[in-house]
Structure formats: C-alpha cells, structure tokens
C-alpha cells in the first residue's frame, strides 16, 4: 500500500477545485481569442463588463484611512465591540427580532458556518439543506464527521417545497432530537431562489410546532451572504423580525458576511448572529462559539472590521457606500433580467431565479455538457443537478446571448 503520512480522518480525494480550474481555462481562452469571444461564467464575484474584479471604492477608501495600529493590532477574540454592533445595523437594517441577540465575528461567512455547524452538532449528526445548495457545507460538515441530507428545494409550481423539507426535518429529528438546518436566502447559491414571506411563515409554523415536544432542539441557520444584491433592500429584511420569540429550543443563527456586500472576499470577515428568546441561550452560544474562535483563528481581521463600524458610525459615509453599492446591483439585475429574457426567448428551462449572484439550469450529465460548452467558449460551473451560471461575473450583452447557445448545445448531446 502506498505510504500515507496523514491521518486518517485527513484523507481525502486529490482534487483541484473545479471552478478554479475552469476559471483559469476561461483565462487561458481569453488570450487565445481575446475577451469578447469567451463568456466566463464561473466566477463568484462581481466583475464589470471587462472582466475587472469590481472594488467598491467607499470601502477601500476607508481601508487605506485607516491608523497603521488600526490594521495591525490584536482584535477581542469575538469581534471589536463596535463591529458587533455594526453587523447588527447593517444587517438588519431596524428589522431586529425581538429577543436576545449576540454576535460572534469570524472569517468571512464560511466561518459563521464553522462556527454554527461545530457548536449546534454531535459528530455523525446529519445536516439539512436543500438538494441546490453550496458545496462547502457539505466540506465543512465532512471535515468534523457530519454529513449532508437534503429536501427538495422546489415544488412542481417552482415554489420552496414545504412538503419535502417538513418530511425530512422530521426524519432527521425524530432519529437525533436536534435538527441543525441550513437555509440560504435571500438570493440562493446556485439558483437565486429568495425564500418569500409566507413561505417562511410556513417554516416557522412547522418548527414552532416540532418544538412543541421541548426534548427537541432545533438550530435554523440563515445563510444570508448575498442579502446585499436583493432588488429591495428593505423588503427582503421584513423577515428578520419572524424569529422573534420563537420557544427557547429554536436557535436562529444568521451567517452575516462582508464578502458581497462590500467587495470584501479577500479579507475574511463576517459574523454568526444568535437570536433567542432566552437570555441563557444565547449567553451560551457566546461563549461556546468564542471557544471555537480561540481553537481554530484566535481573532478576526481588525482592519476590515474597522471598515464597517467606520461606514456605519458617519451617515455621509455610508450614504456614499449604500449609493456605490446600489448601482452595482442595479447592473446585476440587469444582468440577470437580460439571461432570464435570454432564457425565455432560447425556451431554455431555468431554476426559479428572483436575486443574487447566479442562475441554475437543471441538466443530466453536467460535468460533459461544460465540456461542450467550452468548446462554445462558454465556461460555466458543473453542479450535481446541473450548471451554474454566475450573473455577477458577465456582461449584460453576453448574459443575453448565452442562453441561446446553451439551449443548442444542450440539444445536440
Ligand atoms: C451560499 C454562500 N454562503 C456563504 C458564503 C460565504 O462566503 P465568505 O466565506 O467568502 O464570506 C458564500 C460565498 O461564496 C456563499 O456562496
């Protein structure tokens, strides 16, 4: 047998990360036939119709304001006072649940999910999410010995399907007597489904009915990384306000990041925010999740925490902010009307899309369809369901004609 210096719990597949991979494939065509011939779908970032990573200038202008020692020193292990507080308002934005409430900084929205999924499971627990959904939480929970089950993310009506996310979560509770799911709305990552109201009070009133029976724990952990490029700021943070006095055994944990919102990928800053009726609970989520903190990073990047509470400390400056921001999600709407259009017009069937960084499109064989794309100078990323195209990353011009293209490949295997 080949000799194996990792443990056994390290080993895993010798894979490189495939969107990385197609990623630079898309580059490497870009030199050959030059940018307006590629479409490169892949990437998860917001790129302008150049293909130029897009830099939010308010948020790097306040970075390089900033005191050396701002930057440099040692931050509170959970976060600087200040940005646990900035987190709150910009996140919520006056939408607060009623209740107690306590934040916990972390790398980037990754680490909220770190954070959530080691504290609130046993090992060998199963997670529940969609069967669209983001493959790092399948990562993250693998890591420490959890898996991944999934519901079915639409109905028939292209709706969140209650009835098969009600069927699992009661399977996965009734076997362990805790549940830890994981919903990513608004703007899902692939498809750009956004949980509606109502449907949420169909969630809601479905747990709250679970917790009923008291021995049962149930964690909701809201995936909200993409909140920030919604059509309507305001209207897609009304549903905050529904996990106020939930019974003490429904932990709300929202996973905040700063990677979208504020063009901060790189710099590794978020934040995972309880919400409880209990006072004890929530107590208790601080400082086990603290613990985690000091285990696996020690503190946060101080300088981007600075960034946030700075923005939001001085009305002019996030005025500024709010207004950069806006117009790069209005060009992403645009983007995206202009695919769904696109989609319309190539009668190509798409996923359900209302906001966010990408579009899915349901396919067999996902892996050998991107293939033959590529040789359409179209890259986009292969899922288990499907293909993923990201909205944020191409030009409205091409969002329009990619579709066509698809359809006809598609077809033709
Ligand atoms: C669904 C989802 N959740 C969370 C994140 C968090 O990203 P980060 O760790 O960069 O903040 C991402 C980023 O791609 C995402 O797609």
């Not at 905050?240 to 905040?256: Q, Y």
Request: charge should be negative; glycine fraction near 6%.
């Amino acid at each position: 047998m080949k000799l194996s210096m990792v443990a056994n719990h390290a080993r895993w597949p010798r894979e490189n990360d495939i969107i990385f991979n197609l990623s630079e494939r898309a580059q490497s065509a870009e030199k050959k036939f030059g940018k307006d011939e590629v479409i490169n779908a892949t990437i998860g970032a917001l790129m302008d119709d150049d293909g130029k990573l897009i830099t939010m200038k308010t948020v790097y202008d306040e970075l390089k304001s900033l005191p050396n020692a701002e930057i440099s020193a040692y931050a509170s292990i959970a976060g600087q006072d200040d940005y646990k507080e900035a987190v709150k308002k910009v996140c919520f934005q006056g939408n607060d649940p009623e209740g107690y409430m306590r934040v916990v900084a972390s790398p980037g929205g990754s680490g909220a999910i770190k954070l959530a999924m080691w504290n609130y499971t046993n090992p060998g627990d199963v997670i529940l999410t969609s069967d669209w959904y983001w493959s790092p939480y399948g990562t993250i929970g693998e890591e420490a010995g959890r898996s991944v089950a999934n519901y079915r993310l639409f109905n028939e009506q292209g709706k969140f399907n209650i009835e098969s996310f009600k069927e699992k979560f009661k399977d996965i509770i009734d076997k362990q007597g805790n549940i830890f799911t994981i919903i990513n709305s608004p703007g899902h990552n692939p498809t750009g489904y956004s949980v509606s109201d109502s449907e949420w009070d169909e969630i809601l009133d479905f747990a709250k009915d679970v917790a009923k029976d008291e021995s049962k724990k149930i964690v909701l952990f809201i995936d909200v990384a993409y909140i920030d490029f919604v059509k309507n700021d305001v209207e897609s943070r009304k549903f905050f306000k529904k996990f106020g006095n939930l019974p003490a055994n429904i932990l709300t944990i929202v996973g905040f990041s700063m990677s979208k919102g504020f063009t901060a990928y790189g710099m590794r800053m978020g934040a995972a925010i309880g919400i409880s009726s209990s006072e004890d609970i929530i107590e208790e989520f601080y400082f086990s999740l603290m613990h985690s903190c000091r285990a696996n990073w020690s503190n946060c990047n101080r300088g981007a925490m600075a960034i946030l509470s700075s923005l939001v400390s001085d009305k002019e400056k996030y005025d500024e902010y709010k207004n950069e921001k806006d117009k790069y999600k209005d060009m992403l709407v645009k983007r995206a009307e202009a695919f769904v259009e696109g989609a319309k017009d190539a009668n190509l069937e798409i996923l359900p899309y209302r906001d966010g960084f990408f579009v899915s499109i349901p396919c067999e064989n996902p892996r050998q369809v991107c293939e033959e794309l590529t040789k359409e100078n179209i890259y986009l990323v292969p899922l288990k369901m499907g293909l993923r195209f990201a909205v944020c990353a191409v030009s409205e011009e091409k969002c329009s004609k990619a579709p066509k293209i698809i359809k006809e490949v598609l077809d033709r295997i």
